[in-house]
């Protein structure tokens, strides 16, 4: 497995910080959102800020870029296999 | 005695964990989007009663938690032990007051007779009931793995203080913060769907 030292690559502390007041500002909008917005894309809107500040964690808190082709792939899989759960449950549920 | 320090090996490990855990969660996940789609209205209800401040607050606390477990994990790697502990134990820390916050929350449940199995909810409409067990359960088991998360932190500071974590040596501390993290992912998720998108 090839593996590039995290050392070159992780943030410093002004970095991490910047993530960090990211992560509090999409918290921020996400709220104002759900207070302002009533329309249809309310869940989607949601659930959209939630995977890129997740998205963010990833990177640069859990250094998956780093972590090697077999977690990059593995976690791929995982969130495909969930996202197959999700589809065929919606398929009956809605469909039935 | 022989150490075996495989990092690319036990990295890979803690994340073949790291995936149950998203399955464990991402199975609840459709739980609630099932009843959800079945019982809209009584969720809206049910989910108009959780308190968002707090929600929201618990929401910080946990990211920056989030930034104090990387950020030690750095400091620890530029050899900055005394830095590394400090931002540990305040991950400890934010951590406890996140499960102080969610016991008084539960609290105010309680005492509005909302619990599994109250009369109150049991006479209740039956999707708000549902909703209920969903927020209890998934809150819970959340809050079980923030109290694990802060029991496995305070053993690698101390394994830190002790100098058996290094800079050179932090697979322990690494795959800690992993966990971690991946407990505040959860609740990135949690949050809009309990206190944001009802």
């Known amino acids: 497995m090839t593996e590039k030292p995290a050392e070159k690559t992780a943030l410093s502390l002004p970095g991490l910080l910047g993530v960090l007041a990211a992560l509090l500002s999409l918290t921020g909008l996400s709220i104002a959102l759900a207070h302002f917005y009533e329309g249809p894309l309310r869940v989607a809107a949601a659930l959209s800020i939630a995977a890129v500040k997740t998205g963010l964690v990833l990177v640069f808190f859990m250094h998956i870029r780093q972590a090697g082709k077999a977690v990059a792939l593995s976690f791929l899989a995982t969130v495909a296999t969930l996202a197959v759960f999700i589809g065929l449950t919606f398929a009956d549920i809605l469909y039935r | ?198």
């Open chain 2, 1 to 198: 005695m022989h150490e075996n320090n495989d990092n690319a090996g036990s990295r890979l490990g803690m994340w073949l964990f790291l995936y149950t855990e998203i399955m464990l969660f991402g199975g609840l996940f459709i739980l609630y989007s099932v009843y959800y789609s079945k019982y809209p209205a009584e969720f809206a209800a049910a989910g108009g009663k959780l308190e968002l401040p707090l929600g929201a607050l618990n929401t910080g606390l946990l990211l920056l938690s989030s930034f104090t477990a990387a950020a030690s994990i750095e400091s620890l790697r530029k050899g900055a032990q005394r830095a590394a502990l400090g931002l540990l134990g305040s991950t400890v820390l934010l951590g406890l007051v996140f499960l102080f916050n969610k016991y008084l929350e539960w609290s105010h449940k309680f005492a509005h007779g909302i619990f599994p199995g109250s009369e109150t909810l049991l006479k209740g409409p039956k999707g708000e009931t549902v909703f209920y067990g969903l927020y209890f359960t998934l809150t819970g088991l959340h809050a079980l793995h923030v109290f694990l998360g802060c029991a496995v932190l305070s053993a690698c500071w101390v394994l830190v203080l002790k100098g058996r974590v290094t800079g050179g040596r932090m697979n322990l501390l690494e795959n800690t913060g992993l966990y971690w993290h991946l407990v505040d992912i959860v609740w990135i998720f949690l949050f809009p769907l309990f206190y944001l998108i009802l």
